[in-house]
């Protein structure tokens, strides 16, 4: 049973142009979400967090939404960058004294010069 | 700057023998970690739960006797594949919590021939 999910294995966007990855959770327990990039052979790379108390949470060029009643969430990137490439990870805690990542299965991002 | 360190990043050794990755988390001490593995294409999947002074807390299927894990420090966890066989090639990443956040090691690339 995948409690995470990322429906899309990959995305290609131009350069420049807005990248929306999405991600939707079926456990209502979780109650941290965390984006985090990969690339080939290295480990994961975080970038954005947001509780559940939060519906937005921007750092730069990456926003993250959370939209708790549909179990969904998104990772906006804009503008998009060649060097945004890799896979994006969508991972959920549930908090407390257990912090055991659920990850989705990420999402191919390319972003074409 | 790079948060946890793993060591080493690429390790070969002769089916039958032991090999040893550290995890060390860096400029804080870290009394969770979390041993991740890795397979082509799929996302990343929890063996175990180190926790300083106490014994590992391994999920479902992983064999606690073949991926052995010492936290003897706030600062170091080890993961040791025992009589390594070619299926245990894989990716292995480490984890630490640090506040509410999760930070990955580099992972490191184990070749069993």
């Known amino acids: 049973d995948q409690q995470v999910k990322q429906n899309s294995p990959s995305l290609s966007v131009q350069e420049g142009r807005i990248s929306i990855l999405n991600c939707d959770y079926t456990?209502?327990?979780?109650?941290?979400f965390l984006w985090y990039k990969k690339y080939p052979a290295e480990g994961p790379t975080f970038l954005i967090s947001?509780?559940?108390?939060?519906d937005k949470n921007e750092d730069g060029r990456f926003t993250v939404f959370l939209n708790k009643s549909a179990k969904h969430l998104s990772l906006h990137i804009v503008p998009s960058q060649p060097g945004d490439s890799a896979v994006y990870f969508c991972?959920?805690?549930?908090?407390?004294?257990?912090?055991?990542?659920?990850f989705g299965k990420g999402t191919l991002l390319t972003v074409n010069p | 700057g790079a948060v946890v360190s793993q060591h080493p990043s690429w390790v070969i050794c002769k089916s039958g023998t032991s090999v040893k990755i550290e995890c060390r988390s860096l400029d804080f001490q870290a009394t969770t970690m979390f041993w991740y593995r890795q397979f082509p294409k799929q996302s990343l999947m929890l063996m175990a739960t180190?926790?300083?002074?106490?014994?590992?807390?391994?999920e479902q299927g992983v064999e606690k006797d073949k991926f052995l894990i010492n936290h003897a420090s706030l600062t170091l966890s080890t993961l040791t594949v025992t009589s390594a066989h070619p299926e245990d090639s894989s990716f292995y990443i480490c984890?630490?919590?640090?506040?509410?956040?999760?930070?990955f090691g580099e992972g490191s690339w184990l070749t069993v021939v």
């Open positions: 984890s630490a919590l640090r506040g509410n956040t999760i930070y």
């Open positions: 180190s926790n300083e002074g106490s014994k590992a807390t391994y």
């Open positions: 947001i509780s559940s108390i939060k």
């Open positions: 456990n209502s327990m979780f109650d941290y």
């Open positions: 991972a959920a805690i549930i908090g407390g004294s257990n912090y055991k990542l659920t």
